[in-house]
């Protein structure tokens, strides 16, 4: 599975947009783009996929580059319910396993 | 509501004790999955469960057995824990193979003394 690389951890202010960087420069062309977001003490919970066009949804926007090298995570308006470890992954379409990387540790700020 | 149900939350057992970690679903998906995560790590898949057909990946000890007698049900076995086997086990679901979104529970957090 090619990998992907995210900072960290990333810290924001409530009700501020929060973008949150994916490298996957070694992408093919059947990946989709998954994220996935732990919050503490819980299982991981879907958040959005791609494949090459940016995607909206009622949690947050899935903006990717042309190249699809990397793609961005933006939560329009950070809440502190949004504290959480966000997972970028990428899938084959053929596949249904996912493998989690490091993840990046968000944490927002009253 | 349809959900991902792991019961205990907590489960303690002693070193060499088998131990059996539940998972059940209501969401009548076809995919069940066995992830094991420990502290600070990303979750790992364990095996899962296409229908009947059984998945084991590549590097998952033979220490861990799952069996799926039902739609509903996935059992985790760990036949004789030893402490590097404490972790969080979640159990997610997917609707058919290739689906695109999977549904985790809560995890069950094993403490093996």
């Known amino acids: 599975d090619a990998k992907t690389t995210q900072p960290n951890s990333m810290e924001s202010n409530e009700e501020e947009p929060v973008h949150l960087p994916c490298n996957h420069s070694?992408?093919?062309?059947?990946?989709?783009i998954h994220w996935y977001r732990q919050l503490p003490s819980q299982g991981p919970e879907y958040v959005i996929h791609?494949?090459?066009s940016n995607v909206n949804n009622r949690m947050a926007s899935l903006a990717i580059a042309e190249d699809r090298k990397s793609s961005t995570l933006i939560l329009h308006r950070a809440t502190l319910r949004d504290a959480a470890v966000y997972y970028c992954i990428l899938r084959g379409n053929a596949g249904n396993m996912l493998t989690f990387g490091g993840g990046t540790r968000l944490m927002v700020k009253p | 509501d349809a959900m991902v149900i792991q019961n205990p939350r907590y489960q303690v057992t002693q070193f060499g004790k088998p131990v059996t970690l539940s998972c059940s679903q209501t969401?009548?998906?076809?995919?069940m999955y066995w992830y094991q995560q420990k502290s600070s790590q990303a979750p790992k898949l364990l095996f899962h469960?296409?229908?009947?057909?059984?998945?084991n990946e590549a590097d998952t000890p033979d220490n861990f057995q799952s069996r799926r007698p039902n739609t509903s049900f996935c059992f985790l076995d760990i036949r004789s824990p030893g402490l590097g086997d404490a972790a969080m086990y979640l159990c997610a679901t997917s609707r058919v193979r290739g689906f695109n979104e999977q549904f985790f529970g809560p995890g069950t957090r094993l403490t093996v003394l």
């Open positions: 969401l009548n998906h076809n995919v």
């Open positions: 469960y296409y229908d009947k057909d059984f998945n």
């Open positions: 791609g494949l090459t």
């Open positions: 070694t992408i093919s062309g059947t990946d989709y």
